[in-house]
């Protein structure tokens, strides 16, 4: 059974930094491109980056680009997102998720998910 848990959401200021974690169970770690997604009251859900299974070749969307890194720690099955520099507009509620041997960027790519962690980004 697929597990993908996410943790180290919660409330910054503006200018704050948030790591993410998200730790897998029940797949060949090594075999999956992990991805992060979001998703905001009344909007879609959107990419935000994600890491290839070989070499750990890393993309993200232009709205994090510089500001989130998203790494991988193969040892430990476990995916992180580092965000800096927050804004509000960065509120959203922060999904993981895995896809074997693929580089998709669309949610229909991604076979498993987590139960996603709130991100509120405020003064």
């Known amino acids: 059974q697929v597990q993908l848990v996410e943790s180290g959401g919660g409330l910054v200021q503006p200018g704050g930094s948030l790591r993410l974690s998200c730790a897998a169970s029940?797949?060949?770690?090594?075999?999956?491109?992990m991805g992060w997604f979001r998703q905001a009251p009344g909007k879609e859900r959107e990419f935000v980056a994600h890491i290839t299974w070989s070499r750990g070749y890393t993309y993200y969307a232009d709205s994090v680009k510089g500001r989130y890194t998203i790494s991988r720690d193969n040892a430990r099955n476990t995916v992180y997102l580092q965000m800096n520099s927050l804004k509000p507009e960065d509120t959203a509620v922060y999904y993981c998720a895995a896809q074997r041997f693929g580089t998709s960027y669309d949610t229909n790519g991604y076979p498993y998910w987590g139960q996603g962690t709130q991100v509120t980004v405020s003064s």
């Open positions: 029940g797949i060949i770690f090594g075999s999956y491109t």
